[in-house]
């Protein structure tokens, strides 16, 4: 989060910073991405 939408901001407070962060949750959101596993063997069993 601190690399994408909180870098660079000034908040005078607390609801200021809590707002941006639930605001920044949303754009997440909005658009997921679904990661495929790759299956791979360690051979450790």
């Known amino acids: 989060m601190a690399r ?3 870098r660079h901001i000034r908040v005078k407070s607390t ?4 707002e941006r962060i ?3 949750i949303a754009e997440f959101n909005a658009s997921p991405v679904v990661f ?3 299956k791979f063997d360690l051979g450790v069993a």
């Open 4 to 6: 994408t939408f909180l």
């Open 22 to 24: 639930l605001k920044g």
């Open 15 to 18: 609801d200021e910073l809590k």
């Open 36 to 38: 495929r596993w790759n």
